[in-house]
């Protein structure tokens, strides 16, 4: 692990403690008064414009703004860099319409996966289930991996601790007050992450003034700004495709548009949290283009912090600390409790339990909380586990999402287009080192096929798996 050692060890631990305890605390004081599964599940949906859009943007906006965009830069040039941008604002923007025609169709809902029961019937629940929890799974795991990485490059602090403070304290009061806990806190987590990331950047852009333009990224690596450029269109439809289709089976998403008091403050919410938003992720992704640009060899997941740390200050290695441990836990209360939500509304139709499904999701988080842990104390690289958690819900997202408005679309005909789009995606799946595929280079060697299919592998098996499915509509 690369480490700059800005901040002591004792002194990161302490931190980390300090402000995952003050989230603990804020969040089982506040909760005590809320009890019911109501507020567990949907905060007896009953919350106003504030929250709601503090809540939508602290769930979508994790650790990863601090790694992944700048990262996705430094190979993928601006395409990447909106690609990750819309990508990641555009399902908030859709929630828009769909959130009000699932409120209208099915009012007393609390989650995706019962929606889809209630509509197509118990075969495709389980399976849209299994991929929803995979993805959040996934998800969960990176947002720890992220942060527990983090620290360890300003301080050199170990892993595992990191990780099993703020998987703990998160793990304790979200558990405790479910929604109500969660969005109280991520507006706290909001307001703090908004006035630390703003100061941030203002370092940042002050540190490399010079270099913070175009300008300068044309004259060093022009290439990344260039229509010529393939990977400026692959990689930009690749990351709008994947993280806006995975985004849409977000359930923390899902629960926030049935907490909503009405229609009129959910689209608000979500128009405001569009907005803010998309300069955020841009801004993010343009610092990896500006990190390349001065230094050609610069660590794709350490861009960001290049940049930023080119003076060693303490109190700014302070200032990301808490912004990524503000950012990461706004992210797992919401994915912990978006899963326990899934089990307590739906368990009792995949698994035979005979005492509460509140105790069985509470039983279940906690052993994905112990996998999660053990994960994120490794330091593994999961980009390649969460890609193929994105290709499931490519294969799934537009059959599922139209047949709101396409009557014609039965569970047969969704269930095959998601299992065609996910068989499709998969033969063209690229290897661990994005050589090969199961089709390109194993079943068929790699000479039978153009160069641009052997170097767009990834982003043909999400454009495929996203678009094929289309054709299994009209099966009878």
Not at 73 to 96: D, E, H, R, S
Not at 155 to 174: E, F, H, P
Not at 287 to 306: E, K, M, Q
Request: proline share 2%; hydrophobic share 55%; aromatic share 16%.
């Amino acid at each position: 692990m690369i480490s700059v050692n800005i901040l002591s060890q004792s002194s990161a631990i302490i931190l980390t403690l300090i402000l995952s305890f003050i989230f603990l605390i804020s969040g089982i004081y506040y909760s005590r008064k809320y009890k019911g599964l109501n507020n567990y599940l949907i905060a007896n949906r009953n919350i106003g414009v504030l929250s709601l859009t503090a809540s939508f943007v602290s769930s979508a906006l994790g650790a990863w703004i601090l790694f992944g965009p700048a990262s996705a830069a430094t190979w993928g040039g601006i395409g990447a860099v909106i690609g990750y941008t819309l990508g990641t604002a555009f399902p908030l923007f859709i929630l828009m319409y769909l959130g009000e025609k699932f409120r209208k169709l099915f009012p007393k809902a609390r989650t995706l996966i019962e929606v889809v029961r209630l509509k197509f019937g118990k075969q495709l629940f389980k399976l849209i289930l299994f991929l929803t929890v995979f993805y959040m799974a996934i998800f969960l795991i990176a947002e720890v991996t992220a942060v527990s990485i983090l620290v360890n490059y300003i301080s050199g602090t170990s892993l595992w601790i990191t990780a099993l403070i703020v998987v703990t304290t998160s793990l304790v009061y979200t558990l405790y007050g479910g929604l109500r806990a969660s969005i109280f806190t991520d507006t706290i987590q909001f307001i703090l992450f908004v006035i630390l990331l703003i100061i941030a950047l203002s370092f940042l852009v002050s540190f490399n003034f010079e270099q913070f333009n175009f300008e300068f990224i044309k004259l060093k690596k022009p290439n990344l700004l260039s229509f010529n450029y393939l990977p400026n269109f692959t990689a930009g439809l690749t990351f709008f495709i994947a993280v806006a289709a995975t985004n849409l089976f977000h359930q923390g998403n899902w629960q926030r548009v049935y907490a909503a008091k009405n229609n009129y403050i959910l689209k608000k919410s979500l128009l405001f949290s569009f907005f803010i938003i998309i300069p955020i992720v841009f801004f993010m992704g343009f610092s990896g283009l500006i990190a390349i640009s001065v230094n050609s060899t610069v660590v794709p997941d350490l861009a960001f912090f290049s940049l930023l740390f080119k003076e060693k200050i303490t109190m700014l290695s302070v200032i990301v600390v808490i912004l990524g441990i503000s950012l990461t836990i706004s992210s797992i209360d919401t994915l912990i409790n978006a899963i326990s939500s899934l089990i307590i509304v739906d368990g009792n139709k995949v698994i035979n339990f005979k005492s509460d499904y509140f105790k069985l999701s509470n039983y279940l988080i906690i052993c994905i909380s112990i996998i999660v842990f053990v994960v994120a104390s490794k330091g593994l690289s999961i980009l390649y586990l969460f890609l193929l958690a994105d290709l499931f819900c490519c294969s799934a997202v537009l059959t599922l999402f139209y047949s709101f408005y396409n009557k014609s679309i039965k569970e047969k005909n969704a269930y095959i287009s998601i299992l065609i789009g996910l068989i499709v995606g998969l033969l063209l799946f690229p290897s661990p080192d994005f050589t090969k595929s199961i089709l390109v280079g194993i079943l068929l060697p790699s000479s039978l096929f153009s160069d641009f299919v052997s170097q767009s592998l990834l982003f043909l098996s999400f454009l495929l798996a996203t678009f094929v499915p289309i054709l299994a509509w009209k099966i009878k």
